[in-house]
T-cell receptor, first 113, second 114 residues
Framework: AQSVAQPEDQVNVAEGNPLTVKCTYSVSGNPYLFWYVQYPNRGLQFLLKYITGDNLVKGSYGFEAEFNKSQTSFHLKKPSALVSDSALYFCAVKDTNAGKSTFGDGTTLTVKP | GAVVSQHPSRVICKSGTSVKIECRSLDFQATTMFWYRQFPKQSLMLMATSNEGSKATYEQGVEKDKFLINHASLTLSTLTVTSAHPEDSSFYIC??????????FGEGSRLTVL
């Protein structure tokens, strides 16, 4: 079985400040981990993924995420937030042996000027 | 990344009618596609897994006869909401699965049933 938790429904940060959106996961095997972003009334867009290799993964729009196996976490980060980063963020996990990904409930990020 | 086209983006229909939503992968062949329903409070609910050339696999609680899924080719999956009712009004999203599990999403379809 696989599961994902995004403990925060909402994250608020000021523009220019660093941001973190949290994600923890549970899988029985090895995980593939993903972050997606959704703007209002749109589909989801891929941001980044961890498959193997370096624990720090860099993705689109200046986002990065760190895979931490001991803490089973894959937090999304950005050093300096932009107002345009305001959106809904989903973390997803797929066990290497699973046929489908499991999504977290999403975290709404609001960046204020 | 790969492009997935979903159509229509918005549809309004009368109660009791059927509505078809198409999901096309434009630049790669997708053996597996997924259909989701998204509720206003943001969560994404997986409805079914669509496999090319075989029957869809529905998640628990999703009515197979109400939400008909067809995946007749490697680039097209369709979701038909049959005998739609106001409670079926929602945002429906499709995705196509690449390797090793990355998903490419359509833009979503907003269904309003009057």
């Amino acid at each position: 079985a696989q599961s994902v938790a995004q403990p925060e429904d909402q994250v608020n940060v000021a523009e220019g400040n660093p941001l973190t959106v949290k994600c923890t996961y549970s899988v029985s095997g090895n995980p593939y981990l993903f972050w997606y972003v959704q703007y209002p009334n749109r589909g989801l867009q891929f941001l980044l993924k961890y498959i193997t290799g370096d624990n720090l993964v860099k993705g689109s729009y200046g986002f990065e995420a760190e895979f931490n196996k001991s803490q089973t976490s894959f937090h999304l980060k950005k050093p300096s937030a932009l107002v345009s980063d305001s959106a809904l963020y989903f973390c997803a996990v797929k066990d290497t042996n699973a046929g489908k990904s499991t999504f977290g409930d999403g975290t709404t990020l609001t960046v204020k000027p | 990344g790969a492009v997935v086209s979903q159509h229509p983006s918005r549809v309004i229909c009368k109660s009791g009618t059927s509505v078809k939503i198409e999901c096309r992968s434009l630049d790669f062949q997708a053996t597996t596609m997924f259909w989701y329903r998204q509720f206003p409070k943001q969560s994404l609910m997986l409805m079914a897994t669509s496999n090319e050339g075989s029957k869809a696999t529905y998640e628990q609680g999703v009515e197979k006869d109400k939400f008909l899924i067809n995946h007749a080719s490697l680039t097209l999956s369709t979701l038909t909401v049959t005998s739609a009712h106001p409670e079926d009004s929602s945002f429906y999203i499709c995705s196509a699965q690449g390797e090793p599990g990355e998903l490419f999403f359509g833009e979503g379809s907003r269904l309003t049933v009057l």
